[in-house]
């Protein structure tokens, strides 16, 4: 099942369980999904990849949104935006931590060694490519980035 298949299928879970947050929050994703779609030239399918960095997006909003209203004074708007980012990321996979992202980019830059490749701070692409295909959005970009350039500098 597609992870837009199983969004689908909980808007019909939560409307009898009427959760009324999860299932306008679920139906917001849906729409959003939606819309990118079919927005540009041609229609496309979002695969889960593209929908799992889509919900990140927009728990990310949620959370953002959140922060301003607590600095704002309205706590109760604030708790709103943080259940329906708590809803949005259940259907996130779980992030790793960063021990389990550095054993990752380890594994990748053992794997190019062993291919023969010499390693400098150039081929940081290289390593990259494999590292971003493993993490799929379960952990910071800029991050990895980061432990890739350590592990190349040393």
Known sequence: MTLKERLKEDVVAHMKAGNKTALTTVRNVLGEISTREKSGKTPVELDDAQVTGLLQTEAAKRRDTASIY?????????????????VIEAYLPKALSRDEVEAIVDEAIAALKADGQELTMRSIGAVMKPVTAKIAGRFDGKTVSEVVRERLAS
């Open 70 to 86: 607590t600095e704002a004074g309205e706590n109760e708007r604030a708790a709103a935006e943080v259940a329906e980012a708590e």
